[in-house]
């Protein structure tokens, strides 16, 4: 089992930046993708963006240039650098994690941290 719990979320205008962090425990070490979604009210939750435990990263059109994921797999935490903020960056942001046990993949969640941007 993992727990995952973000941090970092908040008010901002746009054009500024936040980080978010999202701290894993429990069986850390079967841990294999991390990354984030986001869900704005009334849409679906989408794919912010994700690492491997290599490091190796994608990110959806939407952020990319804009935001940056990274790993520091010796504090079991992923973060997300977001930068030059939109308004449409709004929504909640859910830390995302899968690992492997016994060739089972299991997926796992945060409880969300809310990120809103005034235009």
């Known amino acids: 089992q993992v727990q995952l719990v973000e941090s970092g979320g908040g008010l901002v205008q746009a054009g500024g930046s936040l980080r978010l962090s999202c701290l894993a425990s429990g069986s850390t070490s079967s841990i294999s993708d991390m990354g984030w979604y986001r869900q704005a009210p009334g849409k679906q939750r989408e794919l912010v963006a994700r690492?491997?435990?290599?490091?190796?990263?994608n990110y959806a059109d939407s952020v990319r240039g804009r935001f940056t994921i990274s790993r520091d797999n010796a504090k079991n935490t992923v973060y997300l650098q977001m930068s030059r903020l939109k308004p449409e960056d709004t929504g909640v942001y859910y830390c995302?994690?899968?690992?492997?046990?016994?060739?089972?993949?299991?997926?796992?969640w945060g409880q969300g941290t809310q990120v809103t941007v005034s235009s």
């Open positions: 690492v491997t435990r290599g490091n190796n990263s």
């Open positions: 995302h994690a899968i690992d492997f046990v016994k060739g089972y993949q299991s997926d796992y």
